[in-house]
């Protein structure tokens, strides 16, 4: 009986600090960024997004089968991807609008996906193209745009130079 009590608090002081390490990320560069990671409500169809619900329930599965274990469960990525680790490769970045993906435009998100970084790039990022086809490509991309503020994917969506 103690055991399980002192078990319970264990889990929940290693929850806390989870918590906690979540929200004490540093200041991502734009201000508006900081909100982004606990929007929840940009879901499909809404403000001329280019997905549909289907594409974003399908690419909701797709993510925690396949990308959930290095991206986390709501793409919130690790906390520490902006520093190189030792060997000089990055750790996975967050993809719910507070990182860099909307700085891709769309051809350079489905390449990264299908096909990783490229063997010149040494990277943890695997490439997808034998496990998914284009279509679920596609379907990723909209669940984790689903997770994007309005002012991060109009600037995301706004012609780049
Ligand atoms: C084994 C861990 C791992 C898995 C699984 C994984 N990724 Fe990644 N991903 C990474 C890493 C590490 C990077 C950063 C690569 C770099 O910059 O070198 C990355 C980068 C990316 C990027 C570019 C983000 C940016 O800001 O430039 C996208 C998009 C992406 N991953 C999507 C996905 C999707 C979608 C899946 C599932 C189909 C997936 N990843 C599965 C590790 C992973």
């Excluded at 169809?45 to 690419?59: L, T």
């Excluded at 520093?83 to 998100?109: D, F, K, S, V």
């Excluded at 002012?151 to 012609?159: D, L, V």
Aim: aromatic share 8%; charged share 15%.
């Amino acid at each position: 009986m103690t055991s399980i009590i002192k078990r319970s608090a264990q889990l929940l002081l290693v929850l806390s600090g989870l918590i906690l390490s979540a929200c004490s990320e540093p200041k991502t560069e734009t201000t508006h960024n900081s909100q982004a990671a606990h929007n929840m409500s940009n879901t499909a169809g809404q403000n001329g997004r280019w997905y549909s619900a289907e594409q974003v329930s399908q690419g909701k599965k797709l993510f925690q089968q396949y990308c959930a274990e290095c991206h986390g469960a709501f793409a919130q990525g690790n906390p520490n991807w902006r520093q190189p680790t030792e060997n000089g490769r990055y750790l996975p970045p967050p993809l719910n609008g507070t990182g860099h993906a909307w700085h891709h435009p769309m051809a350079q998100l489905r390449d990264v996906i299908t096909n990783g970084r490229g063997p010149d790039v040494p990277s943890d990022m695997p490439a997808w193209g034998e496990k998914v086809n284009a279509q679920e490509v596609d379907a990723l991309i909209a669940w984790f745009q689903s997770r994007w503020p309005d002012e991060i994917y109009q600037a995301w969506s706004r012609p780049k130079h």
